[in-house]
């Protein structure tokens, strides 16, 4: 093997490795709990805040975050008000709005806000896992323009 086919090598192992980070911000640390299990399954790094205030603190103060996964209903600062923050901050990060709330007006508040995406809670696994990865995908293919 020659110096160049090694240092090739080297960079695609150390891309393979190289893992994304999701923001969790949930309230209830049993939510955070299975958000965090389902995204270590796929090897994604993943860093929990119990608020708003919080998770916009985090995100400003980490620019290796590639996701951001946000409850509405929460004390401190809700998941709408930290999503008009976050997307003031970095309109480029996908930001999912995760909640137990079913009003539509929910929904609309969320996606005005700036979120990427809405589901309502409980999260069917599957549904969750293909919204997370499109955000990826999208998130990628916009890194590389």
Do not use: W
């Amino acid at each position: 093997m020659h110096v160049g086919e090694y240092v090739i090598n080297e960079m695609k192992e150390r891309k393979n490795e190289i893992r994304n980070t999701i923001l969790v911000v949930d309230d209830e640390p049993v939510n955070r709990l299975y958000f965090n299990a389902l995204l270590e399954k796929l090897k994604y790094n993943v860093i929990e805040a119990e608020n708003g205030k919080a998770a916009v603190e985090i995100y400003k103060n980490d620019q290796n975050i590639d996701l951001v996964i946000m409850d509405i209903k929460m004390p401190v600062m809700s998941g709408i008000e930290a999503t008009r923050l976050i997307k003031n901050f970095d309109p480029e990060v996908p930001l999912i709005v995760v909640s137990a709330m079913t009003m539509a007006k929910e929904g609309v508040d969320a996606i005005e806000a700036g979120a990427d995406r809405y589901l309502s809670k409980p999260v069917n696994r599957e549904d969750f896992l293909s919204v997370v990865k499109s955000c990826m995908k999208s998130k990628t293919f916009n890194n590389e323009i």
